[in-house]
């Protein structure tokens, strides 16, 4: 498994700490960024990210700000992505099992480290369920076919 990683300056620093997580675990990834703490804007990276994991070069992604609401915004716009904002273990369960995400969003700022390090090994564990959730995933993708 190759995830892609990226964060804005809120969470540049919960992003070094999943880098040392996926080191444990033996999780390549590649770091999309920011690699400082300097202010940036969160579109930048997401967006980095989101397509890095639409064009099948990874399996999945992990975005991080300040909420994880921006880069899920950010991450849902590029086709082919189903970004989850998780602020708890149960969350990242269901956002795999139910909907097949595919980006993690994570709120820099809303969460401890050992917590969010709980989140990401629940969410990467976590296969998708199938069954009567595949046809909802389907419809998702049909949505992104339709014109305005
Ligand atoms: C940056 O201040 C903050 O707005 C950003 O990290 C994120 O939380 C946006 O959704």
Same mark, same amino acid.
């Given at each position: 498994?190759?995830?892609?990683?990226?964060?804005?300056?809120?969470?540049?620093?919960?992003?070094?700490?999943?880098?040392?997580?996926?080191?444990?675990?033996?999780?390549?990834?590649?770091?999309?960024?920011?690699?400082?703490?300097?202010?940036?804007?969160?579109?930048?990276?997401?967006?980095?990210?989101?397509?890095?994991?639409? &064009?099948?070069?990874?399996?999945?992604? +992990? !975005?991080?700000? /300040?909420?994880? #609401?921006?880069?899920?915004?950010? %991450?849902?716009?590029?086709?082919?992505?189903?970004?989850?904002?998780?602020?708890?273990?149960?969350?990242?369960?269901?956002? &795999?099992?139910?909907?097949?995400?595919? +980006? !993690?969003?994570? /709120?820099?700022? #809303?969460?401890?480290?050992?917590? %969010?390090?709980?989140?990401?090994?629940?969410?990467?564990?976590?296969?998708?369920?199938?069954?009567?959730?595949?046809?909802?995933?389907?419809?998702?993708?049909?949505?992104?076919?339709?014109?305005?």
């Amino acid at each position: 498994m190759k995830i892609a990683i990226g964060a804005d300056h809120a969470g540049y620093l919960l992003k070094e700490e999943l880098k040392k997580w996926l080191e444990e675990w033996n999780i390549s990834y590649h770091d999309f960024g920011t690699y400082s703490a300097e202010r940036t804007d969160y579109p930048d990276y997401g967006v980095l990210v989101a397509r890095a994991v639409a &064009r099948g070069g990874f399996e999945k992604g +992990i !975005l991080i700000c /300040g909420t994880g #609401i921006g880069m899920s915004i950010v %991450a849902n716009k590029v086709k082919g992505i189903r970004a989850a904002v998780c602020r708890d273990p149960y969350e990242a369960k269901l956002s &795999r099992e139910h909907n097949d995400a595919n +980006i !993690l969003a994570l /709120g820099g700022r #809303i969460l401890g480290y050992d917590l %969010a390090k709980e989140i990401v090994r629940v969410w990467l564990n976590t296969d998708f369920a199938g069954g009567r959730h595949k046809l909802r995933v389907q419809k998702i993708s049909m949505i992104e076919e339709e014109e305005l």
